[in-house]
């Protein structure tokens, strides 16, 4: 059941960094507009992309444990800003998709088997 949960977790976390990403990446809808709205530079969108597609790759390959830390670490952070920046702006029903997605990255993080870990 264990195994079940974290990789159906994970699979929602890696798919959203790897369609996030490339949507950042192209300067889609519906990130690049909130992220031109939140005040951001234009170029953040390529970094943002680039960090996501790698950390999905990384949190999706076997083993790399190290690698997997920063992955999911950079993952909470982006998202865990992303929340903040709405926030900050009163735009309190952008927060709910980051921090869920949030959630799901600290719990695959959590329930990952012991060969994913340190």
């Given amino acids: 059941m264990r195994t079940t949960t974290y990789w159906t ?3 929602i976390v890696v798919g959203e ?3 996030g990403g490339a949507m950042d990446l192209f300067r889609m809808a519906p990130f690049y507009p909130v992220l031109i709205d939140l005040g951001y ?3 953040l969108s390529t970094i ?3 960090a996501k597609l790698a950390a999905a790759v990384v949190i999706a390959a076997p083993r790399l444990p190290r690698l997997k830390e920063w992955a999911y670490a950079g ?3 982006n998202m865990t800003g992303a ?3 709405n926030a900050a702006v ?3 029903t ?3 998709a980051p921090a869920a997605f949030a959630v799901l990255a600290l719990a695959s993080w959590a329930i990952r088997p012991r060969s994913r870990r340190l």
């Fill in 41 to 43: 530079p234009s170029y």
């Fill in 75 to 77: 993952v909470l952070i």
């Fill in 9 to 11: 977790v994970t699979s």
């Fill in 48 to 50: 943002l992309g680039t």
């Fill in 17 to 19: 960094c790897a369609v």
């Fill in 90 to 92: 009163h735009k309190y």
């Fill in 83 to 85: 929340a903040a920046s």
């Fill in 94 to 96: 952008g927060t709910i």
